[in-house]
Structures are given as C-alpha cells and as structure tokens.
C-alpha cells in the first residue's frame, strides 16, 4: 500500500520546487497528487501480458521555407517609444 499524499508532503515538494503555496493551494495540491497516484495505481494494476506492442511512427517530414527578408518600418515607431534612442540604437546598461 503506498503512502497518502498530504499536506506535509505537499510542503515538501512545494519547497524544492521553491514555490510558495497558501494552505488552500496545498489542500487542492495534494487532492491533485493523489489523483494521479489512484490513476497510477489502476494501471499498474492491468494486466499488460498479452497486450500488443505499440509503436507510434511519424512520417511526417519538416516542410522548411526559405527565409525571405521582409522590410518593416517598425523600427522608427519602436524607437519613439524607447525613453531614449541613439542613432538609432537603444543603450542599455552593460551587463556581466
């Protein structure tokens, strides 16, 4: 028999993933989690024996287009909006 999902276990996944949860969001968390679990535990309860293989193939091929340059007269509108603009750039702080 596995072990039931509950709050304290929620909080512990909740603080390894680094996410703040309220109590409710834990209470429907843990709901969802044992959901899941039921649903694991029915099909591993399927007997799969004589069950046919599946394999799934894609013959799909990527149809790829050229890339075409396009012009846009963007690029005076965006720089109107830009608190500041130099010949035609906009400066930003230099990051490391």
Do not use: F, H, W
Request: proline share 3%; with cysteine; charged share 35%.
């Amino acid at each position: 028999m596995r072990q039931k999902i509950d709050e304290e276990t929620v909080a512990y996944v909740s603080k390894l993933s680094q996410l703040e949860l309220t109590a409710e969001e834990k209470r429907a968390a843990a709901a969802d989690m044992e959901e899941c679990l039921t649903m694991m535990d029915i099909l591993s309860g399927l007997d799969t024996r004589d069950g046919e293989e599946l394999l799934l193939y894609d013959n799909d091929q990527n149809v790829l287009r050229e890339d075409e340059r396009v012009g846009s007269d963007m690029a005076d509108s965006l720089l109107r909006c830009a608190p500041l603009a130099e010949d035609g750039l906009i400066p930003v702080p230099k990051t490391v």
